[in-house]
């Protein structure tokens, strides 16, 4: 039987039985196989890249639409070649939403595709054609070749009415363990499953149990478990590799939890505005042991007390350098709360955290000016400017125990310009 793989990548990431593969974009003429699998189950797939707001929440859009219609027009012109359909577990939906003229997403949205069925199905049925179906969410397990294979989704008992111009041929149907529901069903020459067929064997035990008379000859049962010449050893072997493969993924999870903690931190190196303003009250609360008592009173942007003392924050995320009116409009928050409070002037630090230049490099961008230093240590304001990049360093050497709360209230105390020497 010859088959063709097609996916995102173009690549038999899963080391099926297969030696032609090829992405959506670069298929071979259909009718040259005996049968074509259109594998929807790669993360890429279900991403989107949104220049605007106004189609961010829609769901109904993919980065490969135009991909998936050529391919959709090439199956209708197909006269002879199956079709096998894989369709994805509950993965996440991702929708990257980017401001004009910015390179990086303004916020990342994901949702899992069992919340958004109506529009999940919508997307598979861009490139799933002559068959009708509807699909629920629930976790079952399905034996084929005694091998259980897991599925997320399950078809309803309509899916396998067809459609319109087609007779319908219920085919070859596949019921989960158990709960008896529907996980793979073909109609004419396109059959669909939502089995997670992930790795060579599922693949074979699938192939073996559907295409058993397209010159697959289906192994008897007994046959999974006869183990001859040096079978126990590569047995042995899989077994502890698979192994290895989970430890792995738990290690992986583990890291990216860290490293996605990390890149928000790193994200005030471009952060403007609420977002801004929320994740280095986060970093102060942690770096100084703070409790949520913070209210926001439209003034400052952040405030609390420590040995007797006010210190007072003012963030700012500019597309340009600091200047004299950000000092300016500190102070006058501080001159309010100062009259508001009867607090002497000498008992509030002041101080501007920024991120400048915020669409460039933090290694490329200019040091502050000297004039804005001079003015920021000047007697009538004795505020201190933090870049938020010296910020960050700051807070590293912080996360990892060289300084600690005390030393970093310390340098908060002075004026002009805060500079952290690298690690």
């Known amino acids: 039987m010859k088959i063709q793989l097609i996916n995102y990548s173009g690549e038999n990431v899963n ?6 593969c090829h992405r959506f974009d670069n298929f071979v003429s259909l009718d ?27 769901f109904k859009y993919l980065n490969i639409d135009n991909d998936l219609e050529n391919l959709r027009k090439a199956i209708e012109q197909s006269n002879s070649s199956k079709f096998l359909y894989l369709l994805p577990q509950n993965q996440k939906y991702s929708i990257s939403e980017y401001w004009e003229g910015y390179n990086s997403p303004e916020q990342v949205i994901e949702i899992d595709l069992k919340n958004i069925i109506a529009k999940f199905i919508e997307n598979l049925k861009k490139i799933i054609i002559h068959t009708n179906f509807d699909l629920y969410y629930e976790k079952t397990y399905t034996t084929i070749n005694n091998l259980k294979i897991e599925s997320d989704f399950y078809f ?15 085919g070859k149907r596949i019921l989960s363990d158990g709960s008896k529901k529907l996980v793979f069903f073909e109609n004419d020459r396109f059959a669909l499953t939502t089995l997670k067929i992930d790795d060579s064997e599922k693949f074979y035990s ?25 079978d126990e050893i590569y047995f042995d072997a899989i077994a502890k590799e698979k192994q290895n493969i989970e430890d792995s993924k738990k290690l992986i999870y583990s890291a990216q939890k860290k490293i996605n903690t990390n890149k928000k931190y790193e994200s005030i190196l471009y952060k403007t505005g609420k977002e801004l303003e929320e994740i280095l009250i986060s970093m102060l609360s942690e770096m100084f042991n703070l409790n949520d008592d913070f209210i926001d009173t439209k003034d400052e942007d952040f405030l609390f007390k420590k040995n007797n003392f006010h210190y007072m924050f003012e963030f700012k995320g500019l597309t340009k350098d ?23 002037l000498e008992n509030i630090k002041r101080i501007i955290i920024v991120t400048r230049f915020k669409d460039s490099n933090p290694e490329t961008r200019t040091k502050i000016s000297k004039e804005t230093v001079s003015i920021a240590k000047n007697s009538l304001y004795n505020v201190l400017i933090i870049d938020s990049y010296q ?3 700051l807070f590293e050497q912080f996360k990892i125990g060289k300084i600690s709360s005390e030393d970093c209230l310390e340098k908060f105390n002075g004026t002009g310009e805060l500079i952290v020497d690298s690690l």
Do not use: R
């Open 156 to 170: 309803d008992d309509k899916s396998e009415q067809g459609s319109d111009n087609l007779s319908v041929d219920k």
């Open 391 to 393: 910020f960050l360093k």
């Open 322 to 344: 600091i200047k004299k009116s950000n000092i300016s409009q500190l102070m006058t928050h501080v001159y309010k709360f100062s009259e508001s409070n009867n607090i002497d």
């Open 206 to 230: 699938l192939m073996g149990e559907v295409y058993a008379n397209d010159n697959l000859e289906k192994a008897p049962e007994w046959f999974n478990n006869l183990k001859m010449f040096d």
């Open 32 to 58: 040259s196989y005996d049968l074509n699998i259109i594998d929807l189950t790669d993360n890429n797939v279900w991403t989107y890249d949104s220049f605007g707001y106004s189609e961010s929440n829609n």
């Open 15 to 20: 080391n099926f039985d297969i030696k032609d």
